[in-house]
Structures are given as structure tokens and as C-alpha cells.
């Protein structure tokens, strides 16, 4: 435990996150989690942070130790998307019961589930997790991972991040060192070349990767490893071989970026795939942090070519949607990366914001925000479901972008509303994936059932005022159904 400890200290000690440095000792020691207002949701546990950053890894077998629950709990709950390997999403736990623990039999269970595994899937690694339960009765998973990583001949590797030491982000960096320590650099690729990047922090959500890749793939770059989306084991294991990389999702994974230049000396920096801009930056720096360390120079002329090719496909695409969607104004209610990149993107349609939310955002995103907005009066912390909810019903925003957990205040407020987060169901990222974006905003936005629910009930409108809304034929038949089954006519209705 002492060992787990210093981890975290080191974790917390991160010199690459600008929040940070700006602490005293003290202060960084306690790292960033908040203490919870009473009456909130807890939001992820650590081992849920180290299960997101690690289970898109798809041919590697995810081993939960502890209870049914906290895999239940944690299984799946992103839509990131694999192009082959489905074994990431068996859901394997040991299932330990009050007896197991009675009897002191969490190991014993811990190692034979591994054999079961192996036996039944022979996959390239097994990824072990424990949980709160099998850390506070002190199974030494650590012990029991090398023993059967001796005996059956494949890495089975300890993410030791019970649920207890923290928030998700602790666990999403702790994630990162669990591959730092066993993974990354224990296989010598034989094919290792000059235009090899790592992409970090990228978890392929709805596949939108995809979208990216191919642009990559034209310039001849070759992605090493996209860690965590669609990632191989065998590709992560030789991640130190690539020679520059860009992180997506800094707050997740910095510490991992910093310690492979440190030890492997692979630049990086921070970027995005959202929106044309941002996906232009992203590849022009990729190709100068290349040449920086070997590569030919002329893939600079070659990257400006594509961008200027991709781009203009985009900008006329994206054309058909201006008229609609110009002066109409978001509300942005996510955080992180997100909270500037899909800013800007917005913003190069005439899309106006009246709110971002930068409650997950660094100090970076948040100068990023203030250069992109001007100023950082449409930056708010946190926004109280009732002043979410008061400000869409007084029609402050046309449309709400966030995540699926404020969804239905903006489904109340009768404002239409996009899943921008992890559940979302449409990939977003790169040239494609911001006329998606934009597509989607407009399919919201016109979509013909806001002026049905915005329309006072039936039976609050006095004839006169219903008569004035000029109606479909299908609204008319459907008014008619409500009257017949109300027992009603037209002029039995009160005042709006
Ligand atoms: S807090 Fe502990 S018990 Fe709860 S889900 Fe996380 S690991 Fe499991």
C-alpha cells in the first residue's frame, strides 16, 4: 500500500499540468479531487477512470477482482468502437462473495479465473483490476499477477486502482502508469520508421477515428499506437518505438505523454480533432514534430496540400448549412478538450455561443477558451440543473450540446438538445466529422416536433387561439383523438 502511495503522489505531482505547478507542496499533495457536495452523484470511482483509459484495448482480456457490481457498474458505458478484436467486451470479474471474503479466498479465485481465461480465449495479455474489496481485505494482486504471468506464459498485468483512492481522473492516470510499468516497450518492433506517431487519449467513440486515420494514412504516417481506441496489445507494447505523439484528452493521459518523452524522448503535444481548424493544426504539427526528429522535410509541403484539398470539400459541404444555422445560438455544457475545440468549430459556421461549461477544463483549455471567445464572461464553473433548466425555457439558447446526464433539463425546457459526450451516437471528429457535427445540430434544431411541444395543450387554448395556429392535417387528426378521448369539443377548452 505504501508502494500505491507514492504512486499517487507522483501521479498528483504532475510537472506538465499548468494547474499544478502553480501549487504550493502542500497543495499538490492533495491532489485535485474535490470534496463532494452533499446530495451530489459520486460520478466514477478510480478503478472506473483506470477501466475507461484501459478497456478499449480490445484483444486484451479486462479481469475484474471483486465483486459482481463494480463491473456492472463500469462495463461498457462508452461507445467506443473496435475493427476486429470483441473480446474487450466479455465481461470477466471473479465475482467474490461475502463467503470468498470469510474465508480468505480472493487469490485463490483471482488465479484461477486467469487460467480460465487463458484456456478458454488465449489472449495476448490479461489486464487484472482490483476493486475496493479485494484492496481493503489485501489480496496482493501484484503477487498473484507475476506468478501466473510465469506460469501461463503471457503478461498479465496489475492495474492497481481500486475504487477508494480517488475520482475517475486519478484512475485514468493511474491507467497510464500501469503501462508505462508493464506494457509499453516489452516488444522491439522490427519495422520501426520515421513517420510513426503514438495518438494518446483517443478513445474512438462512435469510431470516429476512423475519420482521422485515413488522412494519416495519405500523409504515410503511420499511427503506432491510438491508445486507448481500437489499441492492440501488441501495438501499445511498442509505442516507444514511435517518434512524436499528440494527445487528445490532456487531463487523462498527460502523465503518460510526459514520461515517454522523458524516457523514450518522444515529443508530444496537445491537440484536437474537432472541428476543420483544429484538424488542420493537429496535422501540420504532427509533420513538424516529424521532421524535428528525421523525417523528410517535403511531408510539410505534402500535409498543406491535403489540408487545403480536405478543407475546401468541408467548407462547401458545410456551406449548404450556414443559412440555417448562422446567429443560432448553444449552450455548451461538457468539459476538457471539448470545451474549446467544438467552441471553435462552432464558431467557424457563425454558430454564436452563449454558455461553455469549463468544469473538467485545465487551466490551458481555459486560455484556449479566452482566445477563442474574447472574453471569459460565457465561461461558467458549474450551472445548477435550475439555472440550466431557467435559462432554456427563457429561449437564452436555440440548442443544448453536452452529455446524457443533463439531457432531460433541456428535454423539460423543450430546447432541443445533442449528446456530445461519451455516449454519443455520431462520430464527430476530423473534416467528416464536423459536417456531421453541424448536420446533426441542424437535424436537431429544425426537427418539426419542437413546435408541436412548444404549442399550449389542448385543453389550456380557447377555440380562437387554436384557430389561429395554422395547422397539418396530421396535427388535425391528432387534435381530434385528444378531443374525442378528453370527451371534449373545441369549445369546451379554458383560456391559454
Ligand atoms: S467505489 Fe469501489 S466498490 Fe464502488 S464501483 Fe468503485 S471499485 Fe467498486
Known amino acids: 500500500m505504501s508502494l500505491l502511495r507514492a504512486k499517487i503522489q507522483d501521479v498528483f ?34 478503478f472506473d477512470g483506470a477501466k475507461i483509459v484501459l478497456q478499449p484495448i480490445t484483444d486484451v482480456a479486462h479481469l475484474v477482482h471483486g465483486p459482481l457490481a463494480c463491473e456492472g457498474n463500469s462495463w461498457d458505458n462508452r461507445g467506443a468502437a473496435s475493427s476486429g478484436p470483441t473480446l474487450w467486451r466479455t465481461s470477466f470479474t471473479t465475482d467474490l462473495t461475502e463467503l470468498d471474503v ?128 481500437d489499441a492492440r496489445y501488441f501495438d501499445i507494447a511498442c509505442a516507444h518505438r514511435a517518434r512524436a505523439a499528440l494527445i487528445v484528452c490532456s487531463t487523462a493521459l498527460i502523465n503518460l505523454a510526459r514520461k515517454m518523452e522523458q524516457r523514450w524522448d518522444i515529443p508530444f503535444f496537445e491537440g484536437s480533432f474537432y472541428g476543420i481548424t483544429d484538424t488542420s ?12 526528429k528525421g523525417a523528410d522535410p517535403e511531408i510539410l509541403g505534402r500535409t498543406e496540400v491535403l489540408i487545403a484539398e480536405e478543407e475546401a470539400i468541408a467548407w462547401k459541404k458545410l456551406a449548404a448549412y450556414r443559412p440555417r444555422l448562422e446567429g443560432k445560438r448553444v449552450l455548451l455544457n461538457t468539459g476538457g478538450v471539448k470545451s474549446w475545440s467544438v467552441v471553435h468549430a462552432l464558431m467557424e459556421i457563425g454558430i454564436e455561443i452563449v454558455g461553455t461549461s469549463v468544469k473538467k477544463s485545465t487551466v490551458e483549455d481555459k486560455e484556449r477558451i479566452k482566445q477563442i471567445l474574447k472574453d471569459d464572461n460565457h465561461m461558467f464553473e458549474q450551472m445548477a440543473a435550475r439555472e440550466l433548466y431557467a435559462m432554456l425555457s427563457e429561449h437564452k439558447a436555440d440548442i443544448m450540446l453536452s452529455g446524457g446526464r443533463t439531457q432531460f433539463i433541456a428535454l423539460k425546457a423543450k430546447t432541443p438538445w445533442l449528446d456530445i459526450n461519451q455516449e454519443r451516437q455520431h462520430p464527430y471528429a476530423g473534416y467528416h466529422g464536423m459536417v456531421e457535427l453541424v448536420r446533426q445540430i441542424d437535424l436537431a434544431i429544425h426537427n418539426p416536433i419542437w413546435r408541436q411541444v412548444r404549442e399550449p395543450a389542448p385543453w389550456d387554448c380557447q377555440p380562437a387561439v387554436r384557430q389561429e395556429l395554422p395547422r397539418t392535417k396530421s396535427e388535425t387528426a391528432t387534435l381530434h383523438v385528444v378531443q374525442e378521448f378528453a370527451g371534449t369539443t373545441a369549445g369546451n377548452f379554458g383560456e391559454c
Open 281 to 292: 493544426e493537429a496535422l501540420r504539427q504532427i509533420s513538424q514534430l516529424l521532421v524535428k
Open 102 to 229: 470469510v474465508m480468505g479466498r480472493g487469490e485463490r479465485k483471482l488465479f484461477k479465473a486467469i487460467r480460465e481465461i487463458k484456456e478458454a480465449y488465449g489472449p495476448p495479455a490479461i489486464f487484472v483490476y482490483p476493486t475496493c474489496v479485494t484492496a481493503l481485505i489485501g489480496d496482493d494482486i501484484e503477487a498473484v499477477c507475476k506468478r501466473a504471468a510465469e506460469k501461463y506464459g503471457l503478461p498479465v498485468v496489475p492495474v492497481n486502482a481500486p475504487g477508494f483512492l480517488g475520482s475517475k481522473n486519478l484512475g485514468n492516470k493511474l491507467a497510464g502508469e500501469a503501462l508505462l510499468e508493464h506494457v509499453i516497450g516489452t516488444v522491439e518492433p522490427d519495422d520501426a520508421g520515421p513517420y510513426d506517431i503514438n495518438i494518446l487519449g483517443e478513445f474512438n467513440l462512435s469510431g470516429e477515428f476512423w475519420l482521422v486515420k485515413p488522412l494519416l494514412d495519405r500523409l504515410g504516417i503511420r499511427v503506432r499506437a491510438c491508445i486507448p481506441g
Open 13 to 46: 505531482n504532475e510537472p506538465a499540468c499548468e494547474k499544478n505547478r502553480g501549487k504550493d507542496a502542500k497543495a499538490r499533495k492533495e491532489g485535485c479531487s474535490k470534496p463532494l457536495t452533499p446530495g451530489a452523484a459520486a460520478g466514477g470511482c478510480a
